[in-house]
């Protein structure tokens, strides 16, 4: 690490994991990332890699009695989050760490009309009164651009649009203004001229309020359009990290370079063929050894793929799981 | 085009009744698809894009006719199917199949993959015990699979396996079009773009022709020859694949493309963004249903005009909406619609 200006939040070698019937399944392996003041950072992967539950974990909101954080550090603001008390958590929570979730339908509660949830969150964090809670509701839908704030608050959640709700979503996430947003698939469940507004509001918004963002999602484009930094994880694991532009223009790990090369763009000619990744997604195993991308291409037995690879720096701020056969530095 | 096309879609509307008060008599309808009018020749892939609710799985169901067609007419390889019965349609129906987004939800969960595949050639009567063994070993060849997977159950499979599984059985009967209604939107990226080269090799293959419907821009682009942009129950656009998003002439088509996500952090493209969303199919409004959307200024001259489809360049249509299309575009528009009546 260089002498910047301590980051907002470090996860260090944060692992967790789930008990099933099949035994202890590791879905978060020794992830480590970190995000400043005022950036987006992208955790991007497939099905099952361990993105949702590495944020859930940083919020301890793994699913009881299954869900257990094995080890590693959760540093926010000078205290580790890992091990705070379960009191603390519930005051950060919602207040200075908001999270948006992909489906605002199961996010707002069917039978309470949007003006008591938004302004429920100013009743219990902010002590306020009724009323003013009701008026702070109101400022809320009005700063997340909503029309008629104040005849919406009197509406259910059902009669407003995916977006709209989406928006109400956001609204009670930035309510306490968080130093930080967790965003898990915000825009996966709209279509893409709504996904266009919201990204581009919670863009404004990150600019208005300094909140730092972490945004997790499935699509690459997402990415490249909002984050600053990006995590690539595979099966568990950080396979590689770095800048936006830089993974984009110079990705270093097997997986990274399979992923971009997997979309159809605009650009690449009609009914060619796509890039593919053969095999599927890697189930989430108890074992931690190996290269788990070297395991989905096949190559288990070959020498070099016992030990788990290194995860090294390998120019400033971009870091790569440092397989010998996943490890491609630039020809 | 010379050669006759295999489907061609006239005039289609679907409207599904809405009922209402002590009666339950109709009070209106949902006109989920209106007016629309298309055609996909042999071998040709035509991709559908529209947001959700637009009428685009609507009307990819009542195409194959498992729905049926409110007015407008549908035919198919010459032969008008729009009003034929389920029983005189089930003997036309091994020359089009539909696969969907989700195949758990299309499979049998109590069958074998061998029951599923081989499900089509018993209802249709063909061939003996034997035969049908060795024809579904072919098909899971054919998609990728291996021969043990047949004696599996869906849910052994991954949900791009269980596409595969789809895809074979909707080959079963050598058809000649296939309806694919979102078949990649449920699948991770890497096996998204396995999904799609199969798509591209089977209709290379077998001359298939595809009608693809999908609300990902990047992907219809991607495996169509051309491509309609359908927008509250009408198609606004059509143009060949490359001049669709290289020439956009409609403003709904401009502000789509625009939003999707640039895959180079570079190069972001400038947003449209569009206010609100997609209006609700019941009552829409009577003019140009997006100018309503962008209250357009023209908006009260649409009431009431002919918004159909024009020719803009060969091969190139677009609706015939000034809310919705340049100055210079109206004029060529205006021009193609007195030479039409002329």
């Keep these: 690490m260089s002498g910047e200006t301590k980051p907002l939040l470090e996860v260090d070698k944060l692992i967790s994991s789930f008990e099933t019937e099949r035994g202890l399944l590791r879905a978060v392996d020794q992830v480590s990332f970190s995000v400043s003041a005022g950036k987006t950072v992208g955790i991007v992967g497939e099905s099952g890699c361990g993105k949702s539950v590495t944020a859930m974990s940083l919020i301890r909101l793994l699913p009881q009695p299954a869900g257990k954080i094995l080890g590693g550090h959760v540093h926010f603001k000078g205290k580790d989050l890992v091990r705070a008390s379960d009191a603390e958590i519930h005051r950060i929570r919602g207040g200075d760490i908001g999270m948006i979730f992909q489906e605002p339908m199961s996010a707002l509660n069917p039978v309470h009309r949007i003006g008591r949830q938004v302004s429920e969150v100013f009743r219990i964090h902010k002590k306020m009164s009724k009323k003013d809670a009701w008026d702070a509701a109101t400022e809320m839908l009005q700063l997340v651009r909503i029309p008629a704030p104040e005849k919406r608050m009197t509406d259910y959640p059902h009669q407003l649009s995916g977006g709209m709700r989406q928006r109400i979503v956001i609204a009670l996430a930035l309510a306490c203004r968080p130093s930080l947003v967790i965003a898990d698939e915000p825009t996966t469940a709209l279509d893409v001229t709504v996904q266009a507004q919201i990204l581009d509001l919670m863009a404004r918004l990150q600019d208005e309020m300094h909140m730092s963002i972490i945004l997790i999602t499935h699509d690459l484009g997402v990415i490249a359009e909002t984050c600053d930094e990006v995590v690539v994880m595979y099966a568990g694991r950080v396979v590689e990290r770095a800048g936006t532009e830089e993974l984009f223009e110079n990705p270093l790990h097997a997986y990274t370079r399979g992923l971009l090369a997997s979309i159809p763009t605009l650009d690449t000619p009609s009914k060619s063929l796509l890039n593919t990744i053969p095999g599927m997604v890697a189930a989430l195993g108890e074992h931690t050894h190996g290269c788990r991308f070297c395991q989905r291409m096949g190559r288990i037995t070959s020498r070099g793929t016992r030990e788990r690879p290194g995860f090294s720096e390998v120019s400033p701020g971009h870091w790569v799981e440092t397989c010998p056969h996943c490890y491609h530095p630039s020809a | ?342």
Excluded at chain 2, 109 to 133: D, Q
């Design chain 2, 1 to 342: 085009m010379s050669e006759s096309p295999l489907l061609s879609v006239s005039k289609l509307k679907v409207h599904f009744p809405v009922r209402g008060g002590v009666f339950m008599r109709q009070i209106g309808a949902v006109r989920a698809v209106d007016d629309v009018s298309f055609h996909i020749g042999p071998g040709e892939t035509l991709g559908l894009v529209g947001e959700s609710g637009c009428g685009k799985s609507t009307l990819g169901k009542a195409v194959v006719r498992l729905l049926t067609p409110t007015e407008g007419s549908i035919r198919f390889g010459g032969r008008e199917i729009s009003e034929l019965s389920q029983g005189t349609i089930r003997p036309l129906r091994r020359e089009f199949q539909m696969i969907f987004q989700d195949p758990m939800e299309s499979l049998d969960p109590r069958m074998s993959v061998r029951s599923i595949l081989e499900e089509p050639y018993v209802i249709h009567g063909l061939g003996n015990r034997a035969e049908r063994h060795q024809w579904s070993d072919e098909l899971l060849d054919r998609v990728g699979l291996p021969k043990s997977a047949a004696e599996r159950y869906p849910f052994e499979f991954s949900g791009g396996q269980r596409q595969r599984i789809g895809i074979a059985r909707a080959l079963a009967l050598k058809p000649k079009l296939i309806i694919c209604d979102e078949p990649v939107s449920a699948l991770d990226v890497s096996i998204q773009s396995q999904i799609l080269n199969l798509l591209v090799e089977l209709q290379r293959d077998f001359g298939l022709s595809y009608l693809f419907i999908a609300h990902d821009l990047s992907v219809v682009k991607h495996i169509s020859d051309r491509v309609a942009v359908m927008y509250l129950g009408k198609i606004v656009e059509t143009a060949p694949a490359e001049t669709i998003y290289r020439d956009p002439r409609h403003a709904y088509t401009k502000a789509l493309i625009s939003a999707i996500p640039a895959t180079d952090p570079k190069h972001k493209r400038e947003k449209i963004l569009l206010e609100g969303d997609v209006p609700s199919p019941i009552d829409p409004p009577a003019g140009s249903a997006f100018g309503h959307r962008m209250s357009h200024p023209r908006y009260d001259e649409t009431v009431g005009m002919d918004l159909s489809l024009r020719e803009i360049a060969p091969g190139h249509e677009v609706a015939a909406d000034p809310c919705c299309v340049s100055e210079e575009d109206w004029k060529i528009l205006q021009k193609r619609g007195t030479e039409v009546s002329a």
